[in-house]
């Protein structure tokens, strides 16, 4: 596998529901973003981890958990979910914090 | 804060005609700026990017921007649109100490017309 790779590529899960997004970057990187891309906003930045440390948050509700064990994975943990929250997840990765790229993103439906 | 403003959500062009895509930032310091494409059910590609140094920047796909400081612009430009530029466009500005805090655009759905 190359580049950046994101798992699953679709979840629908319920309110209630615990699901986890996970993103492996083979890139070498040493910061990996996740980012909300939903329908009628632009794409907001919603974390940031350099070298597995968290840099960014950028006012996520706790709902969104997000989890860096190392360099090459970061993890997204859901849990109570709103509808509100449907949307393309994307994870990035950088090696110099400018030159972002980017995986193909999850599809996220909360019913 | 900065801000990042692409006027218009949608753009047809025929196939073989030029195009150019507008972005407009706001940001205190000297930006760095990018241009990204997504196609439909996929992640966002790098298209070019502007760090410093020569204004004009040349990108893949035969894409290349403009840096104007002056109108504080970064427009994407290509002499000859192909049925497989059809996207999603996304301008971009990185902020913070390492640029990497990045601000999008509302971004610009390309058609092309055969």
């Known amino acids: 596998e190359t580049g950046v790779t994101q798992t699953p590529r679709h979840l629908v899960m319920g309110m209630t529901n615990k699901k986890s997004l996970k993103c492996e970057q083979h890139?070498?990187?040493?910061?990996m973003y996740w980012y909300k891309q939903s329908a009628k906003k632009p794409l907001e930045l919603m974390f940031v981890?350099?070298?597995?440390?968290?840099?960014e948050n950028n006012s996520v509700p706790s709902r969104f958990s997000p989890e860096c064990p190392n360099s090459s994975h970061l993890f997204l943990h859901l849990h109570t979910l709103q509808p509100e929250d449907s949307a393309l997840y994307l994870c990035?990765?950088?090696?110099?914090?400018?030159?972002?790229?980017f995986g193909p993103g999850t599809r996220l439906t909360v019913l | 804060a900065q801000s990042v403003t692409q006027p218009d959500i949608h753009i047809t062009v025929s196939e073989g005609a030029s195009l150019e895509l507008r972005c407009n930032y706001s940001?205190?310091?000297?930006?760095?700026l990018f241009w990204y494409v997504q196609s439909p059910g996929q992640g966002l590609q790098l298209l070019l990017k502007?760090?410093?140094?020569?204004?004009l920047v040349q990108g893949i796909k035969g894409f290349e921007a403009e840096f104007k400081r002056s109108q504080s612009s970064f427009n994407l430009r290509k002499p000859s649109v192909h049925w497989s530029d059809a996207a999603e466009y996304f301008c971009?500005?990185?902020?913070?100490?390492?640029?990497?805090?990045?601000?999008f655009g509302g971004g610009t759905r390309l058609m092309v017309k055969p």
């Open positions: 990035a990765s950088s090696q110099d914090n400018r030159l972002q790229y």
């Open positions: 890139l070498g990187h040493n910061a």
């Open positions: 981890y350099n070298f597995k440390e968290q840099t």
């Open positions: 940001y205190g310091a000297t930006p760095y």
């Open positions: 502007y760090f410093s140094g020569d204004t």
């Open positions: 971009a500005v990185g902020a913070g100490n390492a640029g990497n805090m990045l601000t």
